[in-house]
């Protein structure tokens, strides 16, 4: 946790990937102690995330895909009542830059429009645990496997 507590004070605000909040939300016994120190980080007055609605939409389809219409809701209502948790709908630039992402690191396009999303908001952190995240060079990259 020492690289993470490293890592979360070089920065005040943050992309958050997808992972990071389904490790939260399924307690995930190896990850739910980073991912709570992250986003109780989030809510302190001074920090803040920047995330991507495709973040959300990529969290809702295995409740929607069980016909899980009350973990819709729950998701719905914890996600969206995270104080400093900002989430921004992609959009023309965030679209041009997610290109650039993509032609640039070869990344998938929900990835480099969480990215792109993260640089247009300003952010110089983003939590993952993808490594394949690393090699964007535009942020500072935390895969929660090394946050130890």
Known sequence: MRRLRSFLARHRLLALDTNVFVYHLEANPRYVEATGEV?????QEGHGAACSTITLAELLVAPYRKGDEG???LFWA??????HLEWRAPDLLVADGAAKLRARYGLKMP???IVSTAL??????????????RK????????????E
Not at 120 to 130: E, F, I, P
Not at 136 to 147: I, S
């Open 39 to 43: 986003l109780r980080w989030v809510e």
């Open 71 to 73: 973990q819709v809701g």
């Open 136 to 147: 964007v060079r535009e942020l500072e990259v935390l895969v929660l496997d090394e946050a």
């Open 120 to 133: 247009m908001a300003g952010a110089t952190g983003l939590v993952t645990n993808d490594a394949g995240m």
């Open 111 to 113: 990835d480099a429009l």
């Open 78 to 83: 914890l996600l969206t009542t995270i104080p």
